[in-house]
């Protein structure tokens, strides 16, 4: 996804929006290019620098350019929390023409024999959490919502040719310990009690262990990607 958002772009001055941790923006970074963030949280934005990242405190809509322009705007996993077409109106501001946006989450798609182990925990533990409760979560269709509204920013913003849409496939293999440790950081898990939250490992952990202690979860980047027009 890096080397397809890189070959088709034409200069290396970004812009990251939501930089978050700069998990995201890292591999630009370490290809050469020039990276500023944008971020609304402090903390976040103080782990950033410490990858060597620069970061502005600010949302998207709120944050003051100064006049400076950028070949590249990447958001991973935080355009969502944008206005669409306020953050699209203000990308066209800060792109200079022929500059490329480039919006991206990864999808997780459950291997279906974990996702039948998981759900039953789930259901047991915490049978109030959407998780699970209609079969395993995540695939790219679940993430349609949220490309397609992208997309609609993109368009009702004027300022951009017609968007694009880019997949990449990838896995990656967890093992017991990597996985009990990531699901705390979902959406809503920190809202679980202490004692629920450790049934809810352990109940994760006991269908990772029968299945012999790991796991291969199947991603997709998916990419919401489109020119600013006026390259000439």
């Known amino acids: 996804m890096v080397d397809a958002v890189l070959a088709a772009s034409k200069g290396r001055d970004f812009l ?9 923006a890292w591999p630009f970074l370490q290809e050469g290019c020039r990276v500023l963030g944008v971020e ?41 929390w944008v206005d669409p077409v306020a953050g699209a109106s203000k990308a066209v501001e800060v792109l200079r023409p022929g500059g490329r946006i480039a919006l991206f989450w990864n999808v997780m798609t459950f291997p279906p024999d974990f996702a039948e182990g998981f759900s039953a925990v789930y259901r047991q533990v915490v049978p109030e959490f959407p998780f699970f409760q209609t079969g395993a979560p995540g695939g790219a269709a679940s993430y349609v919502p949220l490309s397609d509204k992208a997309i ?8 951009f040719d017609e968007p694009e849409l880019w997949t990449f496939d990838w896995e990656r293999s967890y093992s017991r310990q990597e996985w009990v440790e990531q699901v705390p950081t979902f959406g809503g898990h920190a809202l679980l009690a202490p004692e629920r939250m450790a049934e809810l490992l352990a109940g994760i952990g006991n ?24 390259a000439g």
Do not use: C, K, N
């Open 207 to 230: 269908v990772i262990d029968a299945a012999g202690g790991s796991f291969v979860m199947g991603y997709s980047a998916v990419v919401v990607t489109a020119t600013r027009a006026g």
């Open 40 to 80: 609304p949280d402090p903390r976040m934005a103080e782990l950033a620098r410490a990858r060597g990242l620069e970061v502005e405190i600010a949302t998207f809509e709120e944050w003051d350019a100064g006049g400076r322009t950028f070949d590249v705007l990447t958001a991973g996993q935080s355009w969502h």
């Open 16 to 24: 990251d929006v939501g930089i978050g941790t700069g998990i995201s």
């Open 152 to 159: 609609e920013g993109l368009r009702q913003s004027r300022g």
